[in-house]
Each structure stands twice: as structure tokens, then as C-alpha cells.
């Protein structure tokens, strides 16, 4: 009997040691257990999915997670991140990978492994194309990688041997120095372009970047008098859907506006008119996440188990609540106001959808 209790014990206390060190291990990965050092780079400002990998599993990050030495940080499609340590900023693009080589501030190193990575520091930064590490000195620069291929621009300061205007690129391994051409720059870069500070001498002047960002929003009435396509031109093209965000409701009702969120609305109310491509199958929702994360604007969601849908609490810091108790975002898709969630609405080819916010419960826009 004694020895029947004995072994019952023990088996116990295994069963506890077992559960302690799962507990562990998760809370290692999960970086409950990191102090947040000064100068050590934290991972932030996480839209959508964003998946690290670390100790050789992959999971979903957390805001403000401390990074370690040999994370991988992957965002997915739609999704954007923000890694920052001592004086130097990293933002990721949708789809880009970086493993960091070097969390701390002092020595600071990343490895770009694919996607678009925008990086902002005043301090000395190691940037890994290609295998290589080249330091980023006071620098804004624009990394690429692709597949076989990957560019460094320039913007300010100096990456390796590169100055402001100029781009290093790698074709196979072979490495090249040339001009900045601004045709090249991306949504991605362009945005980010226009988030630094005013006060870092760019090699493209405010007035340049305003034409950049005025190439790349196409004419709302070229848009209105193209001719409708034939089923035809839609079987050869990709897929694309007319995305527009628009807040004039709430810039006309400035008596009931947060005063706080009032700069936040254009004098003309519009936040955005862009063409996206989508494929087969994805929604008003996964649509809406790409627009936002390719322009940089701030999208918050909610998932309601209740009608097992997605509900949009704010586009660009405007959020349900800020023009009253009955205001908020709604959609409609050609003109037509659904009646269920924007995740649950599939889109087809030429589909216009358009997200305005309402301060009356839609009443004000027809809804």
C-alpha cells in the first residue's frame, strides 16, 4: 500500500513538473518572462496577422513584444508591423519578413528576408541584404526583397556605401550602385515616405512628394466615366474593386465632433479613393485591410461572435462614438447598403464599395 502511494506521488509530481515546464516554454515564446531593457527592439503597432517565429514555432505576436536574437517576424497578407529599438524604426509592409540578428539598440542588426521594409533611424542601424551587413547611419531607407533580387534606396544619411539618392541593388548575388528614379517607389514607400519627420532633409523636396502621392490616386471621374467592362474583358483581368473611405458626414457636423478627432477629418471629408485587386472568394473586409495597410491608414476591428462577423470601429483614428452616440462606419457595395457584415460580403469583379461614416445611425447617408 505504502508503495502504491509512493509511486502516486510521484507520478503526481511529474505531472507537475510536466505542466510547469509547458508553462514555461510558452511563456518563454510568448516573451511573458522579457524585461523591457532600454534600447531593446519591441515589436508594435501590429494590423491584422502578424506571425513570429521563434525557438523553431510559429505563432501569433502580441503588441509590444520584446524581440530576441534569431526572431523571424512575418506578416501576412493585409498586414503591417512597427519594430522599434533605441532611435531606430522598422516598418513592415504586407508580406514582409525580417529575422532581427541583434535585438539591443547598440548594434542593432536585422536580416530582410522578403516584402517591403521601411526603415527611419538616427542612431547607427545594421541592415542584412543578401547575406551581407551594411550599417545604416542616420539614414530613411527603402529595402526590397524579392526573390533573387533586393534594393536598398536611400532617402537621407548613408547604408554602406550608398548616400541620399542612390540605390544599391542585388541581381544573384552581384551588387550594384545607382540613381534614384522616384518612378520606382511603391504605395508602401510613398506613404511611409510622407509619415517621416519633416524636420530629416529627404532627397526628395515636399513639393516632389506630393506629386508621387498625387500619381498614385487615380481620378475619381475617370474612374465614374469608364465604360462598364463586358464579361469578356472580365475573365482576362484581374480582379479589382473601387475602394473609397470618405468622413464628409462627420465634417459637416462639427458641433458634435470629438474635438480631439476633428483634425483627423479633411476639409473635403475624403480619406481615400484607390482600385484594389483582389481574387476569387475575398470580401469587402479582407479588401478593406489591403487598402488601408497599402496607404498606411489606421484600421481598428472587432470580431462578434454574435453575428460571427467582423465589425470596423475606426479608419484613420475616426472611430464609432467620435460625432455621438449613434455614429460609425457603414458600407455599401455599387450603391446598395448590406445587411450583414463586411466579412461576409464576397466580391466580384468591378464592384465599387464605398465606407462612410454615419452620425445618425445612417439616416444622414441614406442607409
Same mark, same amino acid.
Given at each position: 500500500m505504502k508503495k502504491k502511494q509512493a509511486a502516486n506521488i510521484l507520478a503526481a509530481a511529474v505531472a507537475l513538473l510536466l505542466v510547469a515546464?509547458?508553462?514555461l516554454t510558452v511563456g518563454w515564446m510568448q516573451g511573458w518572462f522579457d524585461k523591457k531593457e532600454s534600447g531593446a527592439a519591441v515589436l508594435t503597432e501590429i494590423r491584422s496577422v502578424v506571425r513570429m517565429e521563434r525557438g523553431g514555432v510559429a505563432y501569433p505576436v502580441e503588441e509590444d513584444t520584446v524581440l530576441c536574437a534569431g526572431?523571424?517576424?512575418?506578416?501576412?497578407?493585409?498586414?503591417?508591423a512597427v519594430v522599434r529599438a533605441g532611435g531606430s524604426t522598422l516598418t513592415l509592409g504586407e508580406n514582409a519578413a525580417v529575422t532581427i540578428t541583434e535585438p539591443l539598440a547598440e548594434g542593432f542588426e536585422v536580416q530582410a528576408v522578403s516584402g517591403e521594409i521601411f526603415v527611419d533611424t538616427t542612431d547607427t542601424a545594421a541592415l542584412g541584404p543578401c547575406g551581407e551587413v551594411l550599417a545604416a547611419s542616420d539614414a530613411v531607407a527603402w529595402v526590397r526583397a524579392e526573390s533573387g533580387a533586393e534594393s536598398i534606396a536611400v532617402l537621407t544619411g548613408q547604408v554602406g556605401e550608398a548616400e541620399a539618392e542612390q540605390i544599391l541593388s542585388w541581381q544573384d548575388g552581384k551588387q550594384t550602385i545607382g540613381a534614384i528614379s522616384s518612378d520606382a517607389f511603391s504605395d508602401f514607400a510613398i506613404v511611409q515616405l510622407s509619415h517621416v519627420d519633416s524636420a530629416r532633409k529627404l532627397c526628395f523636396t515636399a513639393e516632389e512628394l506630393e506629386q508621387l502621392q498625387g500619381d498614385q490616386q487615380p481620378a475619381v471621374q475617370e474612374n465614374a466615366d469608364t465604360e462598364p467592362?463586358?464579361?469578356?474583358?472580365?475573365?482576362?483581368?484581374?480582379?479589382?474593386?473601387?475602394?473609397?473611405?470618405?468622413?464628409?458626414?462627420?465634417?459637416?457636423?462639427?458641433? =458634435?465632433?470629438?474635438?480631439? =478627432?476633428?483634425?483627423?477629418?479633411?476639409?473635403?471629408?475624403?480619406?481615400?479613393?484607390?482600385?484594389?485587386?483582389?481574387?476569387?472568394?475575398?470580401?469587402?473586409?479582407?479588401?478593406?485591410?489591403?487598402?488601408?495597410?497599402?496607404y498606411g491608414i489606421s484600421l481598428e476591428y472587432s470580431w462578434s461572435p454574435m453575428y460571427g462577423d467582423y465589425y470596423i470601429e475606426g479608419i484613420n483614428n475616426i472611430y464609432e462614438f467620435d460625432c455621438g452616440s449613434q455614429s460609425g462606419w457603414m458600407y455599401t457595395v455599387?450603391? %446598395?447598403?448590406?445587411?450583414?457584415?463586411?466579412?461576409?460580403?464576397?466580391?466580384?469583379?468591378?464592384?465599387?464599395?464605398? %465606407?462612410?461614416?454615419?452620425?445618425?445611425?445612417?439616416?444622414?447617408?441614406g442607409g
Open positions: 515546464a509547458g508553462v526572431d523571424k517576424i512575418d506578416c501576412t497578407s493585409g498586414a503591417s467592362e463586358t464579361a469578356a474583358s472580365k475573365a482576362e483581368n484581374p480582379a479589382e474593386s473601387n475602394v473609397t473611405a470618405a468622413a464628409s458626414e462627420s465634417s459637416e457636423n462639427w458641433d =458634435k465632433i470629438d474635438s480631439a =478627432k476633428a483634425g483627423y477629418v479633411l476639409s473635403d471629408g475624403w480619406i481615400l479613393y484607390t482600385t484594389v485587386s483582389f481574387e476569387e472568394g475575398e470580401t469587402v473586409f479582407d479588401v478593406l485591410q489591403r487598402a488601408c495597410s497599402n455599387n450603391g %446598395w447598403f448590406p445587411n450583414y457584415g463586411c466579412s461576409s460580403y464576397v466580391l466580384s469583379n468591378g464592384d465599387s464599395v464605398e %465606407w462612410r461614416y454615419t452620425c445618425s445611425s445612417g439616416a444622414d447617408i
